[in-house]
């Protein structure tokens, strides 16, 4: 068996770290096309609202199982890239909800359903910082 070729250990985590996320943006999408198709406050609103939060349940426990996988340094990265994500992304959602109560909506620009894309952001920024810190 050659060096190159990963173990089928490692193939399938980064199978998992591939699929399962795609998985819960497809389906997010999904529900973000059928909602603009269906009567607000209808049942079928009700099930495609809801319709992504299984997929995003599957994305918490494949990440779950992946850090506990992890080497004390791998741990220790994704803890710095979460220890800045976290208050960052508490500030997007606060700031954001903030401004629509003083009555700046956002809507079609930075309302919430438009801007948790950016919440990953920090994650990956700190991410990268923690990976480059440690390297």
């Known amino acids: 068996m050659s060096a190159s070729v990963p173990a ?16 819960f943006v497809l389906a997010y999408f999904v529900a973000r096309l059928g909602l603009e198709k269906v009567e607000p406050g209808s049942t079928a609103a009700l099930l495609l609202a809801l319709f992504p939060v299984p997929a995003f349940g599957l994305l918490i426990l494949a990440y779950t199982r992946a850090v506990r996988s992890m080497d004390e340094l791998a741990r220790r990265i ?29 809507a079609g620009n930075w309302d919430l359903p438009r801007l948790w894309p950016l919440l990953l952001l920090p994650y990956w920024l700190g991410l990268a910082r923690a990976q480059r810190r440690y390297a």
Do not use: K, N, Y
């Open 8 to 23: 089928p250990r490692a193939s399938s985590a980064r199978l998992v770290t591939i699929l399962v996320p795609a998985g």
């Open 78 to 106: 994704h803890l710095e890239a979460l220890a800045l994500a976290f208050p960052l992304a508490l500030l997007v959602a606060f700031t954001a909800g903030l401004l629509d109560l003083a009555g700046f909506p956002g």
